[in-house]
């Protein structure tokens, strides 16, 4: 069951034939073009943008016109918009919440975060995803009160004017917000569309990494049980290479991808901090579980790594794979994208997962 999150009232249930999705990266900015063709999915174009320079906020001016430029890029006249936004604006928790409407739940978060979250978040916007029950509950033995079992819920937590910013942004593009979700859920949808049954039956961990950050989220049989981001991401291994060997940063980036074992040494010292953070979260994960996880599944960038891979294999003793977010797509690109497609698919995980969402 995908999960949409999307904080915007309205948008759920609504059949969209066409979807923009784009996941506003802290370098690159991501988008794709999906479309429905019946029971499946087509790829039908991509586009990587320098993403908007600013200081603190992004401005809606400045989103608006990079939205603009996005749609321009992929060369559709759809308007509909799903908008992937990061950790550093939303918060994502796993919380147990009573059997009520998925509106009153908004409201007992808003009135309770510290009790329900654990921290202060005043001026946010919050949405549910229930994690549907796996066992059917087991009918009452006679005399015995019936007590009501609490749900499973996913509660996603967003800065108000982060969220009315974007709107703002989207309607002066000449768009429609269709939905606003937090980008980590983009690798879990895309997951689960890819490779199904492991998504249905293992105990597994999605790394996305990212340029500034990297998101770990810990799935146990379709269930998010664990989410965290991590403030090492690609930018940080590929400068720490280049002051290493005295290089420029786009040689260490062409090193950092390619296959260069003399360079394996230097490479371990800039991965390990992100592999210990990551070790981390499994083990307490599996220490709270107590069941280990069968794979690693690694998206963004760095994932066409071989080396980076071998390293966070080491790390964490676990096997560490790369996977193809467009697996379950149809591809109808144009030319030249079809070619580049095997190198891009890594980059698109978050962008092509917000987009599951909404449809």
């Known amino acids: 069951m995908r999960m949409g999150l999307p904080f915007l009232n309205g948008v759920v249930g609504k059949s969209r034939n066409q979807m923009i999705s784009v996941d506003l990266g802290s370098r690159t900015t991501k988008a794709v073009l999906l479309e429905r063709r019946g029971e499946n999915f087509a790829l039908n174009r991509y586009a990587l943008l320098d993403a908007?320079?600013?200081?603190?906020?992004?401005?809606?001016?400045?989103?608006?016109?990079?939205?603009?430029?996005?749609?321009?890029?992929?060369?559709?006249?759809?308007?509909?918009?799903?908008?992937?936004?990061?950790?550093?604006?939303?918060?994502?928790r796993s919380v147990e919440l009573p059997q009520i409407p998925v509106d009153e739940m908004r409201l007992v978060l808003k009135n309770n975060t510290r009790g329900y979250l654990q921290q202060d978040l005043p001026n946010r916007v919050f949405d549910c995803h229930i994690n549907p029950p796996k066992l059917a509950p087991k009918p009452p033995e006679a005399g015995k009160t019936i007590t009501v079992p609490k749900l499973k819920v996913l509660v996603a937590g967003a800065k108000k004017d982060v969220i009315e910013n974007f709107q703002t942004a989207i309607r002066d593009a000449g768009l429609v917000a269709d939905h606003i979700v937090p980008g980590l859920i983009g690798p879990v949808n895309a997951f689960e569309m890819a490779m199904p049954e492991v998504f249905a039956n293992d105990s597994i961990a999605l790394v996305d990494i990212g340029f500034k950050t990297s998101?770990?989220?810990?799935?146990?049989?379709?269930?998010?049980?664990?989410?965290?981001?991590?403030?090492?991401?690609?930018?940080?291994?590929?400068?720490?290479?280049?002051?290493?060997?005295?290089?420029?940063?786009?040689?260490?980036?062409?090193?950092?991808?390619?296959?260069?074992?003399e360079i394996q040494s230097t490479l371990e010292a800039q991965v390990l901090p992100l592999g210990r953070e990551l070790r981390a979260s499994l083990d307490f994960f599996e220490h709270q579980q107590d069941r280990p996880l069968s794979h690693v599944y690694v998206s963004g960038g760095s994932a066409q790594s071989e080396l980076i891979l071998q390293m966070l294999h080491s790390e964490l003793v676990v096997d560490c794979k790369a996977w193809d977010p467009t697996a379950f797509l149809q591809l109808a690109l144009p030319g030249q994208q079809t070619v580049d497609m095997e190198h891009i698919a890594p980059q698109l995980t978050v962008a092509i997962g917000a987009a599951m969402a909404a449809f």
């Not at 400068?239 to 290089?247: K, P, R, T």
């Open 215 to 261: 998101s770990i989220c810990i799935l146990h049989q379709g269930e998010l049980v664990l989410n965290r981001a991590v403030g090492i991401g690609g930018d940080k291994l590929t400068a720490g290479l280049a002051e290493a060997m005295n290089i420029s940063y786009a040689e260490a980036e062409g090193i950092k991808i390619g296959m260069a074992p």
């Open 52 to 92: 908007p320079i600013y200081e603190k906020t992004l401005p809606p001016e400045l989103l608006a016109e990079h939205l603009k430029a996005i749609s321009e890029a992929l060369a559709t006249k759809t308007k509909f918009v799903t908008l992937a936004i990061n950790e550093n604006d939303a918060v994502v």
